[in-house]
């Protein structure tokens, strides 16, 4: 199983902390045929870095997606380190390869059409695929 992740540069709120980390608690014990469960995220402070650090110490197999303008990388270390692409890009290739989605945004999609995340969401979406979106005590 992969667990895709998109949300928020900023850092969360802790409520939307603690759900991301229950989640993928949850999550842990969902193994793939490969005998793996994978994390993939794409490599920016907040919301991808704590995924991150969760999946690190839940035993996930984390492949990290950054992008090419380093301005808001994590600069985290997965297992598998995949090439710096434009944000759209790798958002795409995060999106089609999960099998669910777990999004953290900032705030409601009608309030932040243009984010990443929200881009992200729509294309998982589009592709009919299972989508989290933790929206904590934030909104």
């Not at 995220?41 to 996930?60: N, P, Q």
Request: include cysteine; proline fraction near 6%; glycine fraction near 10%.
């Amino acid at each position: 199983m992969i667990v895709g992740i998109t949300g928020t540069r900023k850092t969360p709120h802790s409520s939307q902390e603690a759900e991301l980390a229950a989640k993928l608690a949850g999550y842990a014990s969902a193994v793939g045929d490969d005998g793996l469960i994978k994390l993939y995220h794409g490599d920016c402070t907040g919301a991808d870095e704590l995924a991150h650090d969760f999946g690190k110490m839940l035993g996930y197999h984390v492949e990290v997606f950054p992008p090419r303008i380093a301005v808001h990388r994590a600069y985290k270390v997965g297992d598998v380190m995949h090439r710096e692409e434009d944000y759209p890009v790798r958002n795409r290739m995060i999106a089609e390869q999960c099998d669910l989605l777990i999004a953290v945004p900032e705030g409601p999609e009608s309030q932040h059409p243009r984010s990443g995340t929200w881009q992200t969401v729509r294309m998982v979406r589009n592709l009919k695929k299972p989508i989290e979106i933790i929206k904590g005590d934030v909104w």
